[in-house]
């Protein structure tokens, strides 16, 4: 029963924009932290960037500060990952996730996940 659903994924040259969406249900979403990873192959999951529940402060790994910028709508229950001057590193799968009144942002031990989508960036 996934909970969390991500679209928007695709193939792009670099230097091109993509907007990611999650979208969730059976969740009060504005009570949750929501978060965006990745993972490329052969590597492990890494951090990309969070929206908080409390006062929707958001955090960036370094790698994408500046170039990405999360929201969220809570009254569409959905999150969004703009992605902008994508490079070819940045292809990977992007999963959705998020945790009810979640305080640790960049940790990976969120309750919901969802199945990701494919980012592909080419030269």
């Known amino acids: 029963q996934v909970q969390l659903v991500e679209s928007g994924g695709g193939l792009v040259q670099a230097g091109a924009s993509l907007r990611l969406s999650c979208v969730a249900s059976?969740?009060?979403?504005?009570?949750?932290?929501v978060a965006w990873f990745r993972q490329a192959p052969g590597k492990e999951r890494e951090f990309v960037t969070a929206?908080?529940?409390?006062?929707?402060?958001?955090y960036y790994t370094d790698s994408v500060n500046g170039r990405f910028t999360i929201s969220r709508d809570n009254a569409r229950k959905t999150a969004y990952l703009q992605m902008n001057s994508l490079r070819l590193e940045d292809t990977a799968v992007y999963y959705c996730?998020?945790?009810?009144?979640?305080?640790?942002?960049?940790?990976?031990?969120?309750?919901?996940w969802g199945q990701g989508t494919q980012v592909t960036v080419s030269s």
């Open positions: 996730a998020a945790r009810f009144h979640y305080n640790h942002p960049r940790d990976d031990d969120y309750t919901y």
């Open positions: 059976r969740l009060t979403f504005s009570a949750y932290t």
């Open positions: 929206i908080m529940w409390s006062d929707d402060k958001t």
